[in-house]
């Protein structure tokens, strides 16, 4: 069973590769409102076919990072949880994320109530952008 120190490095190492994946993201979601908005003007078919189906990848892209960022969360605890009952004794930190996380919970695609809420306002904000007239 590795120490709580050992938990907390992997869990940053993890979560700092994660942050660095939604701010490629992030850039690309700027990127995407950019090619909806410029297509969106036009009466290219195409066009709009090819700018959704990039939108929809990486509002995709964005889902799976917000999973595995919670599946990363989730395992943690559930590794603290296991330290607990072998008989560790805790940090405040540790028993916090324990508190607020699923301990164990298997990685899965169903987003929390916000994070779908701001998917959603992104899926909706670039579809209107390029279907709908303006």
Do not use: H
Request: aromatic share 12%; hydrophobic share 55%.
């Amino acid at each position: 069973m590795p120490s709580e120190i050992e938990m907390w490095d992997l869990y940053w190492s993890a979560g700092t590769a994660v942050g660095i994946y939604f701010a490629a993201l992030a850039f690309l979601v700027w990127v995407s409102f950019r090619a909806a908005n410029m297509v969106g003007d036009t009466d290219n078919t195409i066009g709009k076919v090819a700018v959704t189906i990039f939108c929809l990848t990486i509002d995709w892209n964005m889902l799976v990072n917000n999973a595995f960022f919670q599946w990363i969360q989730n395992s943690t605890g559930g590794v603290f949880v296991a330290m607990q009952e072998q008989g560790a004794t805790l940090s405040p930190g540790a028993q916090t994320i324990i508190a607020n996380s699923t301990p164990g919970l298997e990685f899965n695609l169903i987003p929390d109530l916000v994070g779908g809420l701001f998917l959603a306002a992104i899926v909706v904000m670039q579809m209107s952008s390029i279907w709908m007239k303006k």
